[in-house]
């Protein structure tokens, strides 16, 4: 991996995103603001008061230069000023020895509020709007990061190559062949695309990978494609010298909002989906939306489903169903999965069951119809189905099922069960459903739009 550079305004978090992501890639860190102190002997503030910013902006190119050359820093994540590229020098020597991340601003009063957290650390203040025009040159995009449990996640647009990322990818088919300039030079294992794969079989493939390339404890595994290939990979890694570092790179817009992000690793027995599983976090979930111009319109249309999901249990209102999403609004929508996870991150205080709402139906559907029905399309039918049963339990108003059933009918989505299937022939699958207690299974009702409840029901 060449170095990379995290480029943006002051106070937008390039630090704190780089030390956190220096740790999860096992690289060297540097902060060009530390490493001028350090060649200067003094403060940033001091080198203004002494100089003016002319002084600064010396000291900051000859830095930066000493910086690149130094064999330490090969291959490192350096946080730089937020105006460091200012310097068209400076910027033409960033972009031949690496790449450069650059960060989207927060909000202004975001902004201002961390810096006058430092009173005096940033002697320019806030300048984001003035040179707004200049960051906006930079195509690598980070949107957002969240860091939940043992992840860094960095939703971004365009973020470039994954060569050096992992000492192996695992990657489906389908995803490597749409995205091979992504995979260019990266030590890459591909497996067959589709859920019918997601079986221990496919598993002990992954482990002939990692033993016929070497793979030990202090190796990093990393899977790109959709869920089926993180979910598959990352238990592989769960279990794999009894646990090893891994990274997902999500391809697809059902995994990019929800299933690459939340630790949860597994794959299906012929009886029942996930019943083999562990929760196995993530060092990195690397999301860029860049790989969704490749995907086609039904593979979009699954990722809706997930993101509905989202806006119904945060009582948010429908978002734009006919365009691709952005990585900002990938985003918006994931940050509802990361505070339901972040408060429960094991499932086990109620919390983060309500993102099971719609499939314990929709993964029964899945089973019983052989996965004709790719798994968004079974998530929405499960939706209309768990609402319908929230109204005959007198926990939702008819308006509110119907207004689901438009919600998603809008996103191009199923709304029914097919003809030869009903509830109740599901009643068996859902009996096998890792959230069963005998003949008790806890459904994630929807009853209204922000208004998802963890409800026990015995299946007779």
């Not at 600064?56 to 946080?79: C, H, M, N, V, W």
């Not at 450069?100 to 984001?128: D, F, H, Q, T, Y």
Request: aromatic share 6%; glycine share 10%; net charge positive.
């Amino acid at each position: 991996m060449n170095t990379l550079f995290l480029y943006g305004p002051p106070a937008s978090g390039k630090t704190t995103l780089g030390k956190k992501l220096a740790e999860a890639l096992r690289r060297p860190f540097f902060d060009l603001d530390d490493e001028i102190v350090k060649a200067k002997g003094k403060s940033i503030p001091k080198i203004f008061e002494a100089g003016g910013e002319a002084a600064f902006r010396k000291a900051e190119s000859e830095t930066l230069r000493a910086l690149i050359l130094r064999p330490d820093s090969q291959g490192a994540i350096i946080a730089l000023g937020g105006g460091t590229l200012l310097d068209n020098a400076n910027r033409e020597l960033a972009e031949k020895e690496g790449r450069v991340w650059c960060m989207e601003a927060p909000s202004a009063e975001e902004l201002e509020k961390r810096i006058a957290a430092k009173p005096g650390a940033r002697p320019l203040g806030n300048k984001a709007e003035e040179r707004k025009a200049h960051y906006a040159t930079f195509p690598r995009r980070v949107a957002q990061k969240f860091f939940l449990k043992d992840s860094l996640v960095v939703v971004g647009d365009d973020l470039g190559p994954l060569h050096g990322f992992a000492d192996l990818i695992i990657a489906d088919e389908n995803a490597a062949k749409a995205n091979k300039s992504a995979l260019a030079n990266a030590t890459l294992e591909t497996i067959p695309s589709g859920e019918q794969f997601k079986n221990l079989k496919t598993v002990e493939r992954i482990w002939g990978f990692a033993l016929s390339h070497g793979l030990g404890r202090k190796n990093t595994l990393a899977a790109f494609g959709g869920g089926v290939t993180g979910d598959l990979t990352g238990f592989s890694a769960a279990t794999w010298m009894r646990g090893i570092n891994w990274i997902n790179f999500p391809t697809t817009l059902l995994s990019m909002v929800d299933a690459s992000t939340g630790g949860k690793t597994g794959c299906d027995l012929p009886c029942g989906k996930n019943l083999i599983g562990a929760f196995h976090f993530p060092k990195l979930v690397l999301i860029d939306a860049a790989y969704l111009k490749t995907l086609p319109e039904n593979e979009l249309k699954n990722g809706r489903a997930e993101m509905i999901k989202h806006e119904i249990i945060k009582g948010l209102a429908p978002g734009n169903y006919k365009a691709i999403p952005s990585a900002q609004e990938i985003g918006d929508n994931l940050a509802v999965k990361v505070e339901m996870v972040t408060k429960d991150p094991y499932e086990v205080k109620g919390f983060r069951l309500l993102l099971n709402c719609g499939h314990t139906v929709g993964h029964a559907l899945e089973i019983a119809t052989n996965f004709s029905f790719s798994h968004g399309q079974a998530v929405a039918i499960g939706m209309v189905e768990e609402a319908k049963l929230a109204q005959k339990l007198g926990l939702a108003k008819p308006e509110f099922v119907n207004e689901l059933k438009e919600r998603i009918a809008d996103a191009g989505l199923p709304t029914e069960l097919p003809q030869d299937v009903t509830f109740a022939s599901l009643k068996d699958i859902m009996l096998k459903d890792k959230k069963h207690q005998g003949k008790t299974v806890t459904f994630a009702l929807p009853c209204a739009n922000g208004d998802v409840r963890a409800v026990p029901i015995e299946l007779k």
